[in-house]
């Protein structure tokens, strides 16, 4: 690698003031740092914007096939194949308008009114978000890092009724950042196929993920788990694409698939994914690897910078994320209202952070503040510096 794409003058702070959005730099005062939402400081790389200028110069932006372009199909499809070991065709790949998209369509599809879906707790709020905008009832199930498969099995076996229709994990976990080992999953999925539950798979993080720990899908655990299972995933952590809005559904039954393809209206034009995206996430996964391995290396960098900065803030806990660049730290023993403690810092350290507020990530989250760490380290070193004096003061006074 000639160049490096993740040193602090790489940071395009200019273009990130106008552009970047979702309590980001283009939505904060010029001299807060946010740390808020997870979306990467960098751009994305050269092989993708290469590739993007190389088909809006040809001119030709038709209509494509409903399900993705067949080339998007086959990439995403070898990139399951060659990273995973899933056994992936390219007809089991639908595109999607994001993964966000993807989990409201695979909602759409599958549930009727007042189906329950069991959901962890803390985790993104999109789960409970699309679960509940098709009508359905997101049960949750509490969630910590240390939690077992046997007690996590014990939590959903008390909760299930015969409403329960579906299990949404979330792996590599946002906010918790846990990558679930195999026999965790093992044992999870096998338990949800016994009681006749389908699964959705947010597997969007699953490419920043940090020694010596592994991504493992859901889908590649057995034939027999892998029918009951819709794997979602995205382009916008691994690739910095979030605002081409492109993701896809993964999904082996070849009825289920049909029938989210159908929930989705792609074939009558009323949504469906720009080309652009599409090409976009072609160069990605065929070009693109080489540029991820450096980010994955440079977001470890800054995990354990993350780790060690917030070891220095009195009491409070931390735990090294295996996967994902956000880390979820315990500030109680400085304040009981994490929201308040983010406005704190937000007005006198000029930096944002996510608050572990039930409607970013549900009720377990509380006590606790998200920190996205895909940034350089000059911006990241600048952000504790400056909290690092507040929460010696906070230390002292609660916030409340
Ligand atoms: C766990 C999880 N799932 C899904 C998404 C949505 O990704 P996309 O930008 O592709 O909609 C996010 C983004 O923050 C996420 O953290």
Known sequence: MTQNFFSDDAVPLELLRERAFNLRWAQQPADVIPLTAADPDFRTAPAIQEALVRYVRDGVLSYVPPEGLPRFREAVAEWMRSTRHMSCNPEEVFATDSAASGMAVV???TLRPGDEVVIPDPVDFLLHHCV????????????EPETTAAQFIASMEARITPRTRMLWLCNPH??????????????VAEWAVQ????????????????????HISLATLSSE??????????FSKNFALAGLRVGCVICGDPEWR??????????????GVSVLSQIAVIAALQQGGEWLAEFVSHLERQRDYCVQRLNQWPGVRVIAPAGTYVIFPDVRSLTDDSEAFCEYLREHA???????????????????????????RGILQ???????????????????
């Not at 509940?132 to 969630?143: C, H, M």
């Not at 080992?181 to 044992?187: F, G, P, T, V, Y």
């Not at 000029?350 to 350089?376: D, E, K, N, Y």
């Open 107 to 109: 909602a759409r599809a």
């Open 132 to 143: 509940e905008r098709a009508g359905g009832v997101a049960v949750r199930v509490p969630v």
């Open 174 to 187: 946002n906010p918790l950042g846990v990558v679930y080992a195999r026999e965790w999953l093992a044992s």
């Open 195 to 214: 009681r006749g539950l389908r699964i959705l798979s947010d597997e969007i993080w699953s490419d920043v993920v940090y020694s010596p720990h592994r």
């Open 225 to 234: 788990i892998a029918r009951k299972i819709v794997t979602v995933y995205g």
């Open 258 to 271: 049909q029938q989210i393809i159908a929930a989705s209206d792609a074939a009558c034009t009323v949504y």
């Open 350 to 376: 000029r930096v944002a952070l996510v608050p572990g507020a039930a409607r970013w990530f549900g009720p377990g989250a509380s006590g606790h503040v998200r920190i996205c760490f895909a940034t350089s």
């Open 382 to 400: 600048e952000a504790f510096d400056r909290m690092q004096p507040v929460v010696e003061k906070l230390a002292g006074m609660k916030v409340r």
